[in-house]
């Protein structure tokens, strides 16, 4: 399985990024996708989740109202779309993917390599 982040980037605050996550080697529809993230000296969040369906989400509290997930099971991709982006988001945005719909990183079998995302105030 792999999987492979893009569209990270540098925004001021208040400005919007989408990152996306092709992923290969398994049948996408059937399996969780999720993002999570990485702050200096900070452990690993998590961010967003989307179920197999793709109809159900999951998002942290810090980025409710900010943050959207989607997925497009026929291009085997997932996008996290970021809004009024905020010094703080900055972090390395991880995707991964598993079975079934955790807050923990380490219920997730397979990760992308991360993408850079800065935000300066």
């Known amino acids: 399985v792999q999987l492979q982040a893009s569209g990270g980037g540098l925004v001021q605050a208040g400005g919007s990024l989408r990152l996306s996550c092709a992923a290969s080697g398994r049948t996408f529809s059937w399996y969780v996708m999720a993002w999570f993230r990485q702050a200096p000296g900070k452990e690993r969040e998590f961010v967003a989740a989307?179920?197999?369906?793709?109809?159900?989400?999951s998002l942290a509290d810090s980025v409710k109202g900010r943050f959207t997930i989607s997925k497009t099971n026929a291009e085997k991709k997932v996008h996290l779309q970021m809004n009024n982006l905020k010094p703080e988001d900055t972090a390395v945005y991880y995707c991964?993917?598993?079975?079934?719909?955790?807050?923990?990183?380490?219920?997730?079998?397979?990760w992308g390599q991360g993408t850079l995302v800065t935000v300066s105030s």
């Open positions: 989307i179920n197999s369906s793709g109809i159900s989400t």
């Open positions: 991964a993917t598993g079975s079934r719909t955790s807050y923990r990183d380490y219920e997730y079998d397979y």
